[in-house]
């Protein structure tokens, strides 16, 4: 895997934004992120009205960022949805500043969402991992010495534990409980992730037939995981492309990737979210989303 990543990491980082996330220009993609429920995409009747409430979009950038202890230097991150099992929150450093070997006492989910992260496991090579790299980060598992190279990264990171930080400075003798026997940390981290870009895309008019769905919606599962009972997938919509009302079964938590997303509650007037917006819906509340831009004929 490690071979794998050092030649996808120079590949994908080699790419536009749009090609990264899998999408074309004027796509839509959004990382969309469920907790607390199976994550099933439910199809809901045109006339749906919501009876509860909840629903919420947030600007990052009006987000007052809280700061890293000190051996965590230049990190903060920007929490954006807090409540006992779901915290989603954006994690963004400085380039060249390199945080110590830490052990994650909470388990967690990170999406690499911009900037190029290093880590540098001691006495190994450095492991770059590219913007889209997804990754599961067990419960008292290890992270080896890393940094963003270059330019400030930003970690799309979901952990159901509100305790902050979710990390600890451990001594680089440090060994990981739950990494395998003869791997390090850092290979077995990488292991359990997947790049986006390799998995392909499945259209929701044909996974979900006979309820609505165009063509040109579709979606890519990057893990379900049972045992935390989380659902992390990516959801692409072409230009001109608009979905019926639906619902996730789970809190979810909503990143737009790529271009502009219509989206608002079921039957009410949508609000356009920007690249790097954020939208949570809870558990069973009717939403619809659409992309507005003008399809221009296939490239």
Excluded: C
């Excluded at 026997?181 to 290979?187: I, P």
């Amino acid at each position: 895997m490690r071979a794998i990543i050092f030649v996808a990491g120079s590949l994908l980082g080699a790419l536009p934004g749009v090609a990264q996330y899998g999408g074309r220009p004027g796509d839509t993609v959004l990382y969309v992120f469920t907790a607390k429920g199976t994550g099933a995409i439910q199809t809901l009747p045109l006339a749906t009205v919501n009876t509860a409430s909840g629903f919420q979009t947030i600007d990052p950038s009006t987000v007052v960022p809280q700061y890293f202890p000190s051996n965590f230097p230049q990190e903060y991150r920007l929490l954006l949805h807090e409540e006992e099992g779901n915290v989603f929150e954006f994690l963004v450093e400085a380039p060249d500043v390199v945080d110590p070997n830490t052990e994650i006492i909470f388990p967690a989910k990170v999406l690499v969402g911009e900037g190029l992260l290093r880590i540098s496991p001691p006495g190994e090579g450095d492991i770059d991992a590219p913007p889209t790299f997804y990754t599961d980060f067990p419960q008292y598992s290890n992270v080896a010495p890393h940094d963003a190279l270059s330019q400030p990264y930003r970690l799309v990171f979901w952990t159901p534990s509100e305790v902050f930080p979710v990390g600890i400075q451990v001594p680089t003798t440090f060994v990981s409980p739950t990494t395998p026997a003869g791997e390090s940390g850092a290979d077995y981290i990488i292991s359990l992730g997947v790049f986006p870009a390799l998995i392909p895309w499945k259209g929701l008019n044909v996974t979900i037939p006979n309820a609505g769905w165009q063509q040109g919606t579709d979606a890519k599962t990057l893990e379900r995981d049972d045992k935390l009972n989380t659902t992390a997938r990516l959801i692409r919509l072409r230009p001109g492309r608009q979905t019926p009302p639906l619902s996730f079964d789970g809190d979810t938590n909503i990143v737009v990737l790529q271009g502009n997303v219509q989206i608002g509650p079921a039957g009410e007037t949508a609000q356009t979210l920007p690249s790097w917006q954020y939208a949570f819906v809870p558990s069973g509340y009717a939403i619809t989303l659409s992309n507005e831009a003008v399809y221009a004929g296939p490239e």
